[in-house]
């Protein structure tokens, strides 16, 4: 597949691009901007056509097995040796890393914030990443961090790559450009994408939003994959072929260009000469890739009772321990409810995991008030929560004909840590001290006497 050459790095010059995408999961492709850049047969020639240079990229160790083992084939303008000089230190104060155990005095409790205010800075999406929670360790690839970002500024001349976790972007308020070594991908508001750990990338904005806002999932462990189906069988939930990964695209220009790198934790910038984004032509497994929403095909029930919510997870990244995430993206899109006899939204409930949750647009059907969008909230390890008094008092007495939840799409970044809020989350003025008040209707309603009430 043939992708048009990038060499203009605004988005004015590159809006009208036509992009290309390749179908599925897992897969092994191949692509090439050029025709014969891609060798065949072998994957390192002695000269390869171009002038270009042979380089792999593995996202797992040389012996993993078979199905796990991850590694691209990149044939670039230069080595990725030269898209690196000497580092100095940089600074991101506001993105932090796990174990992050910031001075604050918010106590344990369930959380919940209104969106953030668009800056009046101008931020680009590294100056405008703002994390809040942190969970596990970074320095042992075990957890997360979920961050939001707010820019208002392209990436014109500045490149980054995360060595410490793949990223999983969730866009809330408008498209975004996200051009990346293997490729480019626009991103919109009901869809995600995933960038690799180590690939280097850069995000621009689209269309005239004043500014761009969204969530982020910082996966430190195993990288996401599709999770068992079990019963469920061969199909529903997100399908294979409704993953797209882009085919290759390049950047050829000769001017001052910074690499900035998250490593440990810390950051780090080093001056270059040119764009890193100048691979003409790959192969291989480990690639960036995006997913709309609108294509999952949920599973319910169909007769009685509420599931469990993890029939709605879109990915997981897995842990040693069967069935235990290290984190699970899941969301809760429209769908019709039909259940008999039985409370619709989710029930309340306790649990081990750890739960941030955010919402792309429409309402949540349980927390129809004060959860908006660009909003969030958090429910930690082992502290209760469900439905508000009115969603309750809705759910209980509403008439249970079948009803389609429409316009809707909440999402959940759920992980077995617990998740440390940051400073800068804990003292947002959005946050709502409220939020706990929405379950004080629900009052004593047992009386000793036989019956329902």
Not at 209 to 219: A, H, M, T
Not at 299 to 310: E, K, N, Q, R, Y
Not at 332 to 358: D, K
């Amino acid at each position: 597949m043939d992708q048009t050459i990038s060499k203009a790095s605004n988005r004015q010059a590159t809006a009208a691009e036509t992009l290309q995408y390749m179908p599925g999961f897992g897969n092994d492709f191949e692509t090439e901007s050029l025709p014969g850049a891609l060798p065949q047969g072998q994957n390192s020639p002695q000269k390869c056509n171009y002038g270009l240079y042979a380089e792999q990229l593995s996202g797992s160790p040389f012996t993993a097995p078979r199905g796990t083992n991850e590694r691209s084939w990149l044939y670039r303008i230069r080595p990725s040796v030269r898209h690196t000089r000497r580092f100095s230190n940089a600074s991101y104060p506001f993105w932090k890393s796990a174990p992050c155990l910031d001075d604050h005095s918010l106590p344990l409790g369930q959380l919940r914030w209104d969106p953030v205010p668009a800056p009046t800075e101008r931020l680009n999406f590294l100056d405008g990443m703002r994390t809040i929670t942190t969970a596990g360790d970074v320095l042992t690839q075990a957890g997360m961090a979920a961050h939001l970002y707010l820019f208002n500024e392209d990436m014109v001349d500045d490149y980054f790559f995360d060595a410490d976790g793949e990223l999983l972007v969730v866009p809330q308020v408008g498209a975004i450009r996200v051009f990346t070594e293997m490729g480019i991908m626009d991103v919109e508001p009901l869809e995600i994408c995933v960038i690799p750990r180590g690939m280097m990338f850069k995000v621009m904005g689209k269309g005239d939003e004043k500014v761009w806002r969204g969530y982020i999932c910082e996966n430190y462990g195993a990288k996401f994959t599709l999770p068992e189906r079990g019963p469920i069988g061969a199909n529903c939930l997100a399908n294979p072929r409704d993953f797209k990964t882009p085919v290759a695209a390049y950047e050829d220009k000769e001017v001052p260009c910074r690499v900035h790198v998250k490593w440990c934790g810390k950051f780090y910038v080093t001056d270059i000469g040119h764009s890193p984004l100048d691979v003409v032509a790959w192969h291989g497994n480990y690639i960036p890739y995006k997913y709309d929403l609108r294509t999952f095909s949920p599973v319910g029930a169909i007769l009685f009772d509420h599931p469990d919510p993890s029939i709605f997870t879109v990915l997981t990244a897995p842990t040693e321990a069967a069935g235990t995430a290290n984190v699970d993206f899941v969301i809760f899109p429209p769908r019709w409810l039909v259940a008999e006899h039985t409370f619709r939204p989710p029930w309340y409930h306790r649990n081990i995991m750890s739960e941030f949750m955010g919402l792309i647009h429409g309402q949540y059907d349980a927390k129809e008030k004060g959860f908006v969008p660009g909003g969030m909230s958090l429910h930690n390890m082992m502290l209760p929560h469900g439905p508000d008094a009115s969603g309750f008092e809705k759910a209980s007495n509403s008439e249970l004909k079948p009803v389609k939840l429409d316009h809707t799409m909440a999402f959940m970044f759920e992980t077995r840590f617990p998740q440390q809020l940051t400073k800068y989350a804990a003292e947002l003025e959005t946050l709502q001290d409220d939020y706990l008040e929405c379950w004080d209707g629900l009052e004593r309603r047992f009386d000793g006497t036989p019956g329902i009430k």
